[in-house]
Structure formats: C-alpha cells, structure tokens
C-alpha cells in the first residue's frame, strides 16, 4: 500500500471530519493501516469503511478513531486502557500518543493476532479478557471503549484519575452517541457525534419492559 492512498485517507476523510490535531494526523500518516487489516479485505485499508473482522467484529472507521484520539487530548505520561482490541490498530495508534497503553480483548482468536501484530510496542500489553470482569490494578488517564454499550455503565468511569476521560459510545440502533466523559469535580459529560457499533460482548442491554 503506497504512501499517495495513506495521504488520501488523512486528507480526504480524516481531517474532513474534523479531527484537526496535528498529532492525530501525524500518526496516522506514520502507521501502516494495511498490517492491522485481514489480508482479504486490504486494498480497503484506507477507505473510510469499518471493516469485518474475525468473530463479527469490525474495524471502526479511520474518521471515527481520529475523532476519538483528537477527543482523549492524551498526553506522553498518559496510562491509557482500550476495551477490545480488535485488530490492533487503535492501540497502536494510542502508543504513539501516550505512555503506556493496556488493551483487553475477550476473543482469543483476536487477541492472539493483534498481539503478535502489537509485539514490537513496548508500551503496549494484551490481554484476553472480559472487561466487565476485569478489575484494574490502578486507575487510568483515559479508557476507551470500541464497542458501544447499548445501557450506559458507570464501572469505566470508576476506573478513572481524576481528570482522566472516557470514550464511549451509548445506545441503540439506528441512532448511537459518542460521549466523552471527564472524571473529577464537576463531571464533564460531552456529546461528541452520532455513530453505530457493535454492542461490547456481555454489555449489559435496557430492560425491553421497563418504561
């Protein structure tokens, strides 16, 4: 995959929605978005498309996860945790921005591969878990979720320094929130676009009877 197609993708779909953070772009015309991409589906490494992934999941759209780096405003001493891996990507992209990042995914076959993919990165560690049983040994400066939680769940908040942020993205179809939310005195709660993903794996779901 030729620099020219990377350079469109930041160009032309990127920076369209307005992810304007010059350290967003950067790393996104730094990484190869092709290594991250099932062999299948690569001539599409660089089009604005979510892309499937083992098991049913997806790839978000590279406009959707400049969108979340620019939002975190991370920082090189930033601790940061990813809630599913996926293919990888998005975490790597979060260890060019901040210091250390830990990154959960529950499916093995997933986790297997964005580890081997993610090996090189000293400051990134895999774990194969579910995050809604997952119980953290210190708390974070960001946490990122890649996959929505159809009822919100203030568990990833509470994993949280203060000052630290959350993405997330909340609801159901056809219609999603992407929230950023801030942890300390006052909570700051923002309401960044509208989107769709796939539910996290276990995430807790509305009570279809409940008014």
Known sequence: ??????????????????????????VFSDLRREDFVPERHRALAYADLALPLPGGQEMMTPSVEGRILQSLELKRSDRVLEIGTGSGWLAACLA?????????EISPKLH???S??????????????????FEPEAAYDAVVLTGSLPRYDD???QWLNKGGRLFCIVGQ????????????EPRIEESLFETV??????????????L
Not at 173 to 184: C, F, K, R, S, Y
Not at 198 to 209: I, Q, R, S, V
């Open 116 to 133: 081997q993919r993610l090996a090189a990165r000293e400051n990134v560690t895999t774990v194969c878990a579910d995050a809604f049983d």
């Open 96 to 104: 060019q921005m901040a210091g250390e990042v830990m990154s959960l």
């Open 1 to 26: 995959m030729d620099m020219t197609a990377r350079e469109r993708m930041v160009r032309g779909q990127v920076r369209c929605w307005n992810v304007l953070d010059e350290r967003v772009l950067a």
């Open 155 to 157: 568990r990833f908040e």
């Open 197 to 210: 993903a796939a539910p996290l794996t276990n995430a807790p779901h509305p009570d279809p009877f409940h």
């Open 112 to 114: 297997a591969g964005a």
């Open 173 to 184: 179809q056809p219609i999603m929130e992407a929230l950023l939310i801030t942890a300390g």
